[in-house]
């Protein structure tokens, strides 16, 4: 119903800056919000950041607060995320996440699409 593909993943340097593309395609008119969760080897997926489909309004983990941006280009139904200061620690595949619901956004459950993953890896 719903499809979503992330590019824009690679490798950079500590302190240096990536952007993510979140492209969906689909009945996208149903969704609420997009979020971006991310997940180590080792760790459990976590969230980064959320964006409402509609509005601008925007949430961020503490972890990446004050580095990572979130924005939306409407005309192309996709969500980017800005990835400044890169520190090591932010080394992890990246998912895009849709949901239809404005519940649960801070959870892995709360999210009904889901991207297939992009590899952020953060040199030190």
């Known amino acids: 119903q719903v499809q979503l593909v992330e590019s824009g993943g690679g490798l950079v340097q500590a302190g240096g800056s990536l952007r993510l593309s979140c492209a969906a395609s689909?009945?996208?008119?149903?969704?609420?919000?997009m979020g971006w969760f991310r997940q180590a080897p080792g760790n459990e997926r976590e969230f980064v950041a959320r964006?409402?489909?509609?509005?601008?309004?925007?949430y961020y983990a503490d972890s990446v607060k004050g580095r990572f941006t979130l924005s939306r280009d409407n005309a192309k139904n996709t969500v980017y995320l800005q990835m400044n200061k890169l520190k090591p620690e932010d080394t992890a595949v990246y998912y895009c996440?849709?949901?239809?619901?404005?519940?649960?956004?801070?959870?892995?459950?709360?999210?009904?699409?889901w991207g297939q993953g992009t590899q952020v890896t953060v040199s030190s």
């Open positions: 996440a849709a949901s239809l619901a404005p519940r649960r956004l801070w959870e892995r459950e709360g999210y009904d699409y």
């Open positions: 689909g009945r996208t008119f149903s969704l609420y919000a």
């Open positions: 964006i409402s489909w509609r509005g601008s309004s925007t």
